[in-house]
């Protein structure tokens, strides 16, 4: 399942979300493609996706959930990627 959290990450002068799966990378990767956001949007275990692409990638199938529930839903995948300190 793709899911996405809601806007609420600041960088940029925007407001981001996060794009995940918790089924697979390439479930994520494909869903990204169709969606046209690009490559360079991946970041470890999900893609940041700007406040103004929310709507669309719900509308495109995405699940919204709270960022609590889609960090857990990686975990319990086996997907997520900590970053390296």
């Known amino acids: 399942m793709i899911l996405i ?12 979300s996060h794009l995940a799966s918790d089924v697979s ?3 994520l990767h494909e869903f990204a493609r169709q969606a046209g956001i690009p490559a360079r949007g991946f970041d470890r275990d999900h893609y940041d996706v700007p406040s103004d692409q ?3 990638l719900v509308a495109a199938g ?5 960022s609590r529930v889609l960090v857990r839903r990686l975990i319990e995948a086996g997907l997520r990627r900590r970053k390296e300190h």
């Open 25 to 27: 990378y390439d479930e």
């Open 62 to 66: 995405a699940v919204p959930v709270s």
């Open 54 to 56: 929310y709507d669309a």
């Open 5 to 16: 959290d809601p806007p609420a990450w600041p960088a940029w002068d925007r407001v981001w």
